[in-house]
């Protein structure tokens, strides 16, 4: 259970001074983004001292901008802007706007470490939603829950997240629950289906716990596991491992890995004569998919987290806007996103009804957000949600896509399975 407790400030201290050292000789500076607004530097509390409502209320979103993980992380900074605008026009906290800042953490961990530095100790923020990967989340987690700031994960699906600490928690449902409905769904397609074969990409956390899953549902499922193949997220040549999956004739191929990397393991598949079933897992849980395996991303299967469907108030705001911006329908990491700061947004509200944030202490501020956002229920592009006492989230509906392209094979959709 989240216990959230003072701790000792002097190893605080030690530790976030050895963390931003390290950072520093590391890696080179991660590049920042931050929304037009402005304001003063708060030094005791949110918004600075004396501040009143022109004085936005910084909270912070880390996911990757850059990098072969930018196809999702970009998704992540269009639902985080959304949200802002979205609450802010409505009055912010209680007339107060909030301001997203954005930093850019890459694709690896020492990128969300410097990115997570940099939010607590320079932007001040009262929370942070991210990183956009599981595997940088369990380097960077570790920073803000010894600063005891409150996280929200957009998209760390692996086992174990929540468990970091006490200030992590996820508004994206964990791999286990979500993965299996995607094996059912190839089933329902081919009853037939007998051999299966898996990929995974061996240097992502998320990749790896989330192969986990599906090789246990195959099994559990009577299924033969005829071939797991392992690649890297930055390999572009599958070749190899596409070659040897086929020779075992599958009928269904799980992929487990980004985008990018995903995309292009697709491709080559079918290049080379694959004609089965492919399930895709959460990494290609993007359109930006359809430019990388194009008119041969058709009829891909993936497991959902959020529908654009999905009928409230708030997810068809967050759908009308995302459309009339981008022309298309929102994914579902543009979603959870806006469902992290949505969650900090009502949190914050909540605690103003108690005591005036404006004349809260920033360390303070941090503690009662973590506290409050835990116990509370959202309506969300995603559902109803809440959280569990350790911070895992709570979320009822869960969907299955299958892409489909167009007939030029430069724009697809994904169509959700009833």
Known sequence: MKNPTTRPCALFV???????????????????????????????????????????????????????????????VAGAKIAEKYF???????????????????????GAINAFNTLINQDKVVGIVGPTLSQQAFGADPIADRAQVPVLAPSNTAKGIP????????????????????????????????????????????SKSETETFQKTVKEMGLELATVQKF???DTDFQSQATNAINV????????????????????LRELGYKGVIIGGNGLNTSNVFTVCKALCDGVLIAQAYSPEYQNEVNKAFRDAYR??????PPQFSAQAFTGVQVFVESLKAINAQSKISETPLAQLRTKLNQQL???????????????PEGEINQKDFYVARIKMDADGNNGRFEFLK
């Open 14 to 76: 030690t530790c976030a001074s050895l963390l931003i050292g390290c950072s520093q000789t590391n890696t080179p500076q991660t590049s920042t983004t931050v929304s037009t607004a402005t304001s003063p530097s708060p030094a005791t509390s949110p918004q600075g001292a004396g501040a009143a409502n022109s004085a936005a209320i910084p909270v912070g979103v880390g996911v990757a901008q850059t990098s072969n993980v930018a196809l999702l992380g970009q998704e992540q």
């Open 88 to 110: 802010n026009d409505r009055g912010g906290v209680d007339g107060t706007p909030i301001r997203v800042v954005l930093q850019d953490t890459g694709g690896d961990e020492q």
């Open 163 to 206: 468990q970091i600490g006490d200030y992590v928690a996820r508004v994206s449902a964990p791999v286990a629950v979500v993965a299996p409905n995607a094996v059912k769904a190839a089933l329902k397609q081919n009853p037939n289906i007998k051999k299966v074969a898996v990929f995974f990409a061996q240097n992502d956390a998320f």
């Open 232 to 234: 890297l997220t930055t």
């Open 249 to 268: 004739k599958p009928d269904l191929i799980i992929i487990s890995g980004l985008a990018a990397d995903g995309g292009n393991l697709i491709k080559q």
């Open 324 to 329: 009339a911006q981008f022309k298309k329908e």
């Open 374 to 388: 835990l116990i509370g229920k959202y309506d969300t592009p995603l559902g109803e949600i809440s959280f569990t």
